[in-house]
């Protein structure tokens, strides 16, 4: 404590509300808990928004959700025991997904543990293997600098969840607080670790390995760059388009990489990926090698990948190159190799226009082959109709959150995004039952743009309580539910394996739009084709959370061919 401060008796809540207050959180989600009343009395003398829901996950999946959408760290408050542990799967997420979550939980008494006491867990072992880090904070006057840490831990390379949990005793104590200074620097002393190069190299303009990436672009006949989450967390969206149009690459995306091209640049590419495995570069930014990208093999192609963290790069297969380092800065770095904004020394390399206009056909040909279940008359109605009936509605800012199998598959497929953050999957963890709560922390970040769930009926199951949340908050979201009463992603490769299937089925027609009114929102069932788009846009006019539940065939099966093996 800095001499000749004045000091006034301040609670751990309020310690913690003011963290938060420091780190620009404006709003926090929770579901209700004795363990954690002190958290609620901060946040509600702090003017700190409360976001109460129906399941701890959907908590953590909300607070997901806001980080995703204003890159920064946001906060999720659990109470004790059951609390924490219903919400492990939504904190896998997040890691899986490197999301700055930062988790609070309630904890049993200090005083009393190893007594039995109420919900007396030890979460800690639980949680860590899912989360950055976890830990505990045994005092107050701890309070300030472990929740500071927590947030810088949270948001550095490579972001990910930070748990916390706090004893009652010590959450229901007050200490000396410091009026008008304080030993803890606004966002922290603690220092953002640096991404250590170790298997790869660290990116610096004018390096050897960043210039060999640039020659390797340039020269190559075929090649592509593949955009992932993490050039949106970088916030180089504009560094990925001066690259692309500098070196005249195709670009693909995943995830959040979504939007970071437009999809209506010529340069950006979705339906023409099966012929990626024809490239003869491929230059991965940003996301792992993993199942969605058939870890790292694209047939004969260099791979050259480009990562934030030494422990995001890929080592389970021979790479042309590792580059690690700040996402924006790497892609600034191989573009000043290549030549400047205006491509003058580009030229020397390969033209790729020919490459350019192949993928060109390839995509304008596969889209117009979509066309025909895009509007398709048939009943039951072809899941793409309503994706058909979509694409025409959705400003080009929209938000759509994808929560299921096969219908979110299509949505994959066929929604295309123009702007970055314009697209929330659960990632490669594959959770169902991050729909609503996603949704929610979407509202919460964008108040004025069209929100829009489209969740399969299996998905919906996980978390449709929390419709009541965007009730109860005045949150307006349209909610779409692709109806084929099975588990697609079950049920037609069982019966495909073994010839028959078993516990694949839904309630064929189940009324999930009466669930939906009877939690207070507006809901219709659609079974006729012709009526999917009058029903979207009572959904989009209507200013408040809506459901359309559209019986679709269960039938017609997503063209998988990810291996996930």
């Given amino acids: 404590m800095e001499s000749g401060s004045a000091a006034s008796e301040v609670t751990a809540g309020e310690l913690a509300a003011k963290v938060l207050v420091r780190n620009g959180v404006r709003a926090v989600f929770s579901l209700s808990g004795g363990h954690i009343f002190p958290f609620y009395d901060g946040c509600h003398r702090e003017g700190i928004r409360i976001v109460d829901v129906r399941h701890e996950a959907s908590a953590v999946f909300a607070s997901e959700a806001l980080a995703k959408l204003t890159r920064s760290p946001q906060v999720a408050i659990l109470t004790a025991g059951p609390g924490v542990t219903n919400a492990v799967s939504a904190m896998t997420t997040a890691g899986f997904n490197g999301s700055p979550v930062v988790v609070l939980a309630g904890r049993a008494q200090e005083a009393r543990w190893g007594s039995g006491s109420l919900q007396e867990l030890d979460h800690v072992p639980i949680v860590?293997?899912?989360?950055?880090?976890?830990?505990?904070?045994h005092k107050v006057e701890d309070v300030e600098v472990e929740l500071?840490?927590?947030?810088?831990?949270?948001?550095?390379?490579?972001?990910?969840?930070?748990?916390?949990?706090?004893?009652?005793?010590v959450l229901f104590s007050s200490t000396a607080a410091l009026e008008g200074a304080t030993e803890i620097d606004r966002r922290g002393n603690w220092p953002v670790r640096a991404a250590q190069p170790a298997g790869g190299v660290a990116a610096r303009p004018g390096s050897t390995e960043v210039g060999s990436v640039g020659e390797l672009l340039v020269e190559a006949e075929r090649p592509v760059l593949f955009a992932g989450s993490d050039v949106?967390?970088?916030g180089a969206w504009d560094q990925l388009r001066r690259l692309a149009e500098l070196t005249e690459t195709p670009v693909f995306a995943n995830g959040l990489g979504r939007g970071c091209l437009p999809a209506d640049h010529?340069?950006?590419?979705?339906?023409?990926?099966?012929?990626?495995n024809e490239a003869d570069l491929v230059v991965v930014v940003g996301t792992p090698l993993d199942f969605r990208l058939s870890f790292g093999h694209f047939g004969a192609a260099k791979v050259v990948h480009i990562?934030?963290?030494?422990?995001?790069?890929?080592?389970?297969?021979?790479?042309?190159?590792?580059?690690?380092?700040?996402i924006g800065a790497v892609l600034d770095a191989i573009a000043w190799s290549v030549g400047d904004e205006k491509g003058l020394s580009a030229s020397a390399g390969r033209s790729h226009s020919e490459w350019v206009h192949r993928l060109s056909r390839e995509e304008q040909g596969r889209r117009a082959m979509e066309v025909s279940n895009l509007s398709s008359e048939a009943t039951p109605i072809h899941p793409l109709r309503i994706y058909g009936e979509l694409r025409k509605r959705l400003d080009h800012n929209a938000i759509v959150i994808g929560d299921g199998g096969d219908f979110v598959s299509f949505a994959g497929r066929y929604i295309d995004s123009y702007e970055p953050g314009c697209w929330l999957d659960p990632g490669p963890f594959g959770c169902l039952g991050t729909g609503l709560g996603y949704a929610i922390g979407a509202r919460i970040a964008h108040p004025d743009r069209q929100v829009v769930l489209l969740a399969g009926d299996g998905a919906f199951g996980f978390s449709g309580m929390d419709i009541d949340t965007l009730v109860r908050h005045g949150l307006a979201c349209v909610i779409v539910v692709g109806n084929n009463g099975i588990w697609g992603l079950e049920k037609h490769p069982m019966k495909a394996i073994y010839g028959y299937d078993v516990a694949a089925d839904l309630q064929p027609g189940c009324r999930y739009d009466l669930v939906a009114k009877a939690l207070g929102a507006e809901g219709e069932l659609v079974t006729d084709p012709a009526q999917v788009g009058p029903a979207l846009d009572r959904a989009l006019g209507c200013g408040a959370p809506y459901l359309v539940n559209v019986v679709t065939d269960p039938e017609v099966v997503y063209p998988r061919s990810s291996n996930l093996a």
């Avoid at 930070?162 to 004893?167: G, N, R």
């Fill in 307 to 326: 990562a934030d963290d030494q422990s995001q790069l890929a080592s389970h297969v021979e790479l042309a190159s590792g580059l690690v380092g700040e």
């Fill in 232 to 234: 949106f967390w970088a």
């Fill in 266 to 276: 010529p340069l950006c590419f979705s339906r023409a990926r099966p012929l990626v």
């Fill in 128 to 137: 860590a293997p899912v989360v950055k880090q976890a830990g505990t904070v």
């Fill in 148 to 169: 500071e840490r927590a947030f810088r831990l949270a948001g550095s390379t490579h972001r990910g969840p930070v748990f916390l949990d706090f004893p009652l005793d």
